[in-house]
């Protein structure tokens, strides 16, 4: 195991929206020798992301919307299927779960559940994911969703029978990895 772990300098490559970092830092190897090394991360905050899940009907509610990077490496859409995601301000992260929550599918959830923290993609973007699910119900329904007009979000809500979002893991039609995770926690605790 590497220890000692000192950052030497920061350079910023990009700060338009979010942050690109190169980083140099020094380390102590296992046999004792230091080593100095520089990588690139990408800081663009932390976020949070929910399953919404009904115990009656066995459906969930899912998101789909236009994701540029998927565009550009293969999904010929661009389009893609997600649980509702969004990034945390300076709320605590079950607050702004709950206000993205009723932003992008129109649902106002009071009690939601966090079921784990996760490093989604550790080699080059920091964030750390926040994960929750919660129940809907019809009673929930406070408006259509969509995403916020000003920042020109154009989600879809979809609500679908957990069965079929199962199937749609196998098929490929679901390709976002908190989107499998959270469903596949719902099978994996025999909650739906
Ligand atoms: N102008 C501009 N807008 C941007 C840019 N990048 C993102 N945005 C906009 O910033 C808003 C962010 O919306 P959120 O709902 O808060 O975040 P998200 O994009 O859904 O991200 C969630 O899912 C990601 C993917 O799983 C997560 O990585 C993230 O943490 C979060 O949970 C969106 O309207 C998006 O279009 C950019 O480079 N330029
Ligand atoms: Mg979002």
Not at 119 to 127: A, C, H, I, K, L
Request: glycine share 6%; net charge negative; charged share 25%.
């Amino acid at each position: 195991m590497i220890k000692d772990i000192q950052i030497l300098s920061t350079e910023i490559l990009s700060d338009n929206w979010y942050t690109l970092n190169k980083v140099t830092y020094q380390f102590t190897k296992p046999n004792g020798s230091k080593q100095i090394q520089n990588r690139e991360a990408y800081a663009r905050g932390n976020g949070a992301t929910i399953l919404l899940y009904n115990l009656e009907q066995k459906s969930i509610i899912l998101t789909r919307q236009f994701r540029l990077p998927t565009y550009l490496n293969g999904n010929s859409s661009g389009m893609l299927i997600e649980a509702c995601a969004g990034l945390l301000d300076k709320n605590n992260a079950e607050d702004c779960i709950k206000r993205e929550t009723e932003e992008e599918t129109g649902y106002k959830i009071t009690d939601v559940r966090k079921i784990f923290e996760v490093y989604m993609s550790p080699g080059s973007v920091t964030e750390i994911l926040h994960f929750f699910i919660a129940v809907y119900n019809k009673s929930m329904k406070v408006n259509d969703g969509g995403g916020l007009a000003h920042e020109e979000e154009h989600i879809e809500v979809l609500e679908l029978d957990f069965e079929k979002a199962l199937q749609m893991i196998d098929s490929g039609e679901i390709k976002d990895a908190k989107t499998i995770m959270l469903i596949q926690y719902l099978r994996l605790k025999s909650i739906l």
